[in-house]
């Protein structure tokens, strides 16, 4: 059984029909991503997973169990968490209350701590800044704040929505290396992603979607490899 199942899912934004009728798996242990053009429905795909819009039809099964449609604060009591678009870090708090934030679901004091200390562990930076105002933060600083805030909710499923988003190309790997070493550690990833060359190269599978609907899927490497994928999404 996939630790995520998502089967023939619609959704709409109002009259629009934004995905349409889309079927994917993560099974646990993997990194999979989904890669297209801008408006191509990635985002869409992944706000539904996490419960921040409803499909009108179909199905998403996490461990078993059908989540479409739950309220995303119970989601993430189920063990997804996720990363959004333009990192959204609650500007005005310090580093320290969002990652706070980030374990909001959870009771566990002294875990809680430890929680602390492996992010601190991954992310030094946040350690150094940990009182400063997350809004004076450097856009890859504030990347990594928004990894460890989801990280703090101790997730078996990690939603990443446009990570290198707006960063420099040294951020870029310094990121795409920690969501690497995040995965080495235990977490699955379901990675939404612009930049299809750096996606590709840590995914174990991947799915292209295309205005709403997948089109290919298949294994990471082969699909970089693909002379179609490399001149729609490569630059080749």
């Given at each position: 059984m996939a630790m995520l199942e998502v089967k023939d899912i619609n959704v709409y934004y109002g009259a629009i029909h934004a995905i349409k009728g889309i079927s994917l798996s993560v099974e646990e242990g993997e990194i999979v991503t989904l890669i297209g053009a801008n408006g191509a429905g990635k985002s869409t795909t992944l706000r539904t997973i996490s419960g921040l819009l409803k499909p009108k039809t179909g199905e998403i099964n996490f461990l078993g169990k059908n989540i479409a449609g739950v309220p995303a604060h119970k989601i993430v009591r189920e063990g997804i968490s996720q990363v959004p678009e333009g990192r959204r870090i609650f500007a005005e708090m310090t580093v320290q209350e969002n990652l706070e934030l980030g374990a909001f679901t959870r009771s566990d004091k002294d875990e809680i701590q430890n929680d602390f200390k492996m992010v601190f562990g991954r992310f030094?930076?946040?350690?150094?800044?940990?009182?400063q105002l997350a809004g004076t933060l450097s856009g890859g600083e504030q990347q990594m704040l928004a990894m460890g805030r989801a990280l703090m909710?101790?997730?078996?499923?990690?939603?990443l929505d446009e990570p290198s988003m707006g960063l420099a190309p040294l951020l870029?790997?310094?990121?795409?290396?920690?969501?690497?070493?995040?995965?080495?550690?235990?977490?699955?990833v379901l990675l939404v992603e612009q930049n299809a060359n750096m996606a590709l190269s840590i995914a174990n599978r991947a799915y292209v979607?295309?205005?709403g609907r997948i089109t290919i899927s298949g294994d990471a490497e082969e699909l970089a490899a693909s002379e179609d994928i490399r001149k729609a999404y490569l630059g080749g």
């Open positions: 030094p930076r946040l350690e150094e800044r940990r009182l909710s101790r997730p078996k499923l990690l939603l870029i790997r310094e990121i795409f290396s920690i969501i690497a070493d995040i995965h080495k550690t235990g977490t699955t979607l295309e205005t």
